[in-house]
């Protein structure tokens, strides 16, 4: 789902046949501005979302943003102003705002884990636990935070896990069917499957025609056996409880990719309010 038809089905469920509160109370042709203040340090994500979001509401608006998204922020800053019909800016208001605290709220943590790898050439991953139709604001968060996308859904890689295992057959059933599949398809996407202890890991290697391997829920230091067992054929992804505590011991592992669902589904928002100004 794109952006814009993610903000006009927002709006429809929040607006339904009108903000009658606005209506009743402010005078139509009343005009004023408001201003988005930050009173969370962190990183901002979803300026651009705010702004189709007034605009939508009411094209008229004027809209002026003084921050881009992926900057950090600092309580206080003013990070844009919106001016123009009252009753326009307080009917985009709160759908702006839960936008854009959940955005900034992902784009901080990411960067505060990217934080944690510095030095190294492990890159963050964030997963498939989204928001259902919300999945496209919450990587493109991620990104701003400077974190990188695994997968967008179930159509553009094909990620062999522990199910899919088991119903197939065994791991090398699995591989094989993939492969026949993606050519009687005329298919060329990249496969990941993933492992949950050396038995598994030595029948991947041994069975081959993969491009990446989830080393799920290893500890640091088996997470370092399997690095090197790999030695390179095939890009490693370590997965499965990590934490701002425990992601440097693992990214000192050598993997190329930690993947963190808690980047989008464990979020606290920041915090932003929007102000009347004179």
Do not use: W
């Not at 004023?32 to 979302?49: N, S, Y």
């Not at 955005?103 to 990411?110: K, L, N, Q, R, V």
């Not at 974190?147 to 065994?170: E, P, S, T, V």
């Not at 029948?203 to 993969?210: A, M, Q």
């Amino acid at each position: 789902m794109s952006i814009d038809e993610i903000i006009s089905q927002a709006l429809a469920e929040d607006l339904g046949d009108g903000d009658h509160t606005s209506l009743s109370t402010i005078p139509v042709d009343a005009t004023r501005k408001a201003k988005l203040l930050a009173k969370q340090q962190g990183v901002i994500a979803g300026i651009e979302v705010a702004r189709m979001v007034f605009l939508k509401v009411d094209p008229n608006l004027s809209f002026m943003s003084f921050k881009k998204d992926g900057e950090q922020i600092q309580p206080g800053d003013i990070v844009f102003e919106v001016e123009g019909k009252a009753q326009s800016i307080l009917s985009g208001e709160r759908l702006a705002l839960n936008f854009l605290q959940r955005m900034s709220g992902i784009a901080t943590h990411t960067f505060n884990l990217t934080q944690l790898l510095a030095g190294l050439h492990t890159k963050l991953l964030d997963t498939r636990k989204t928001t259902p139709l919300l999945r496209e604001l919450e990587k493109y968060a991620v990104r701003m935070g400077g974190g990188h996308n695994h997968r967008k859904g179930l159509y553009d890689m094909i990620l062999i896990k522990d199910n899919h295992i088991d119903f197939a057959g065994g791991i090398r059933e699995a591989i094989n069917s993939c492969r026949n599949y993606l050519v009687r398809q005329n298919k060329s996407l990249e496969i990941e499957i993933e492992v949950r202890n050396f038995d598994e890991l030595n029948e991947v290697l041994d069975t081959g025609g993969i491009n990446r391997i989830m080393l799920d829920n290893f500890s640091p230091i088996d997470l370092a056996k399997a690095v090197k067992m790999i030695n390179g054929r095939f890009e490693t992804e370590a997965s499965g409880g990590i934490t701002e505590h425990s992601i440097r011991s693992y990214a000192e592992t050598g993997v190329d990719f930690i993947s963190v669902g808690a980047l989008t589904h464990q979020i606290k928002s920041l915090d932003m309010s929007l102000l009347a100004t004179s």
